[in-house]
Nanobody, 129 residues
Framework: QVELVESGGGSVQPGGSLKLACTTSGFNLDHYFIGWFRQAPGKEREGISCSSPSDGSTYYADSVKGRFALIRDSTNTVYLQMDSLMPEDTGVYYC???????????????????????WGQGIQVTVSS
């Protein structure tokens, strides 16, 4: 059974950093797309960083490029390192997975999110002074 569990959220001041973790089980992460999405208050869910082994690509939304980094390590956990956080980064962050991956990362992040097979429960990130 596929399971995704997010951790590492919380409150931070503008300019600060957080590192989210998505612990996965029930599938081979080496063959699956994995991505981070967020939903800010009053806004639609946005794909912010996605990684696909189909072509080895990693995608970042313009809103986080240069500040966030998606990190796959040798275990079953994927991280989202978030630096230089801004109040507009506030929202609920979700990790999602689907596979076996057949598309570039950008298409998973920008496509219809409702089609992605597996989601975590979400975790709150609040950036405020």
């Amino acid at each position: 059974q596929v399971e995704l569990v997010e951790s590492g959220g919380g409150s931070v001041q503008p300019g600060g950093s957080l590192k989210l973790a998505c612990t996965t089980s029930g599938f081979n992460l080496d063959h699956y797309f994995i991505g981070w999405f967020r939903q800010a208050p009053g806004k639609e869910r946005e794909g912010i960083s996605c990684s696909s082994p189909s072509d080895g690509s990693t995608y970042y939304a313009d809103s986080v490029k240069g500040r966030f980094a998606l990190i796959r390590d040798s275990t079953n956990t994927v991280y989202l390192q978030m630096d230089s956080l801004m109040p507009e980064d506030t929202g609920v962050y979700y990790c999602a997975a689907d596979g076996p991956a057949a598309l570039p990362a950008s298409m998973y992040c920008s496509g219809p999110h409702s089609l992605l097979a597996h989601w975590g429960q979400g975790i709150q990130v609040t950036v405020s002074s």
